[in-house]
């Protein structure tokens, strides 16, 4: 869903950013969802509602102590709208969804009780979240309940090894195609 280059009135980019959120906590790929263009047309123009705020503080500025508390004012502004009062339950879930998905991809190690609060919930609700979170984003993490915290798995590949690992047969294919040419060159192909 490409977006168009044209300025789009304050309702509708109040609508374009629930429906991207929802697109992007779907599993729809970014791209489709239209985050992107959503925020090149969002730092464009000079209308700002709670909603779109909340979009530039979680996908521009990566503040999520901004994303909270603009998440607690967009419930205020959908309660009172009344195209986008159904969405409410929806948006609430969506938007905890992606704060934590991105706040735990940035985080190697969080606690739960502080994502609990950035969540605006109760900390044992808050670990059933990261459970069903960890199964739907499919991130590498653990979750240490003992010690109340959610431990990210960050076991990457160096680069050099990565580099190894690409080039590791280019030898035997750069022989075989100089024993491919030398043969048709013998041939007289």
Known sequence: MKMSRFPLCAPLQRVQSLSSLYARSSGINAEYGGIKELIKVLQQESYKD????????????????EAQSKLKECTTVIENDFFIVGCLDDFTENARLIISEIFCRIHQRI??????????????EAEK????????????????????????????????????DKTKDLHLKANSCCQKVDKKLALGI
């Open 50 to 65: 709670p909603i779109t705020e909340f979009v530039e503080s979680l996908y521009v500025n990566f503040d999520f102590d």
């Open 129 to 164: 979240w990261v459970v069903n979170m960890i199964r739907q984003a499919h991130l590498d993490a653990k979750i240490d309940s003992k010690n109340g915290y959610v431990v990210m798995g960050g076991t990457s590949v160096p680069i050099y090894q990565k580099l190894i």
């Open 111 to 124: 606690e739960i009780d502080m994502l609990a609060d950035k969540l605006n919930m109760a900390p044992a």
